[in-house]
């Protein structure tokens, strides 16, 4: 166990909807990353927050936001969805702001149907 | 644009050491290279990190040649248990334009 804590674990919804992934870091540590893994693009680095404030974007689209709040938990929220944005969505945490080593949680599972 | 590559599998045999490269040609000064594993329907888990030469813990060895180019990470005397896809990461540990940028993943079978 990480320590790190993703809900849900699956996720259905329709094309266009709009849903909100969350993640609870590890006690103590104040950065919060989110991935997208899919078959055919591997893990992709979606954001970084650092202690509520945003540290570093990747490939994140602009349908897709987050946020990290004072009690450090993390949501990813993705609009308007599309069948491609179906896959694994992990959050990890670290405990500094530069950090490579990072612990995942268990992922939230989107289908988008 | 910096970019990670890894095969995109390995067979291997209980008890064999095991050694996987990532070639990462663009990688910046400031850019740390970084390992990790995955077990099916798991998040990724810490290996092992490295700059420069060799670093060394308790699960595996990662060489790092003089031009930073390439690393190998090394797994001693493999176990069924080894297998997993191991991603080679590479990244900036501070800075104003982070990046972290993932291999597609090595897909590692230890057979008995």
């Known amino acids: 166990d990480s320590g790190v804590t993703q809900t849900p674990k699956h996720l259905i919804t329709a094309t266009g909807q709009r849903v909100t992934l969350r993640c609870s870091p590890r006690?103590?540590?104040?950065?919060v990353y989110w991935y997208q893994q899919s078959l055919d693009q591997g893990l992709q680095f979606l954001i970084q927050y650092y202690n509520g404030e945003e540290r570093a974007k990747g490939n994140i689209l602009e349908r897709f936001s987050a946020q990290q709040f004072p009690d450090l938990h993390s949501e990813l929220n993705l609009s308007s969805l599309e069948l491609g944005d179906s896959a694994l969505y992990f959050c990890?945490?670290?405990?500094?702001?530069?950090?490579?080593?990072?612990?995942f949680g268990q992922g939230t599972r989107l289908t988008v149907v | 644009l910096a970019k990670t590559t890894q095969p995109i599998s390995m067979d291997s045999y209980e008890g064999q050491e095991v050694n996987i490269t990532c070639s990462h040609n663009n990688i910046a000064t400031n850019d740390y290279i970084t390992w990790y594993q995955q077990f099916p329907s798991q998040g990724p888990r810490f290996i092992i990190q490295g700059y420069k030469t060799k670093v060394t813990n308790e699960v595996a060895s990662l060489f790092i040649p003089a031009d930073r180019k390439s690393s190998t990470l090394s797994l001693p005397r493999v176990s069924l248990s080894d297998t997993a896809v191991y991603y080679c990461l590479v990244g900036t540990q501070g800075g104003n334009n982070r990046k972290l940028i993932w291999g597609l993943g090595t897909s590692l079978a230890v057979n008995p």
């Open positions: 990890a945490s670290s405990a500094g702001q530069g950090n490579t080593e990072a612990f």
């Open positions: 006690s103590g540590d104040l950065s």
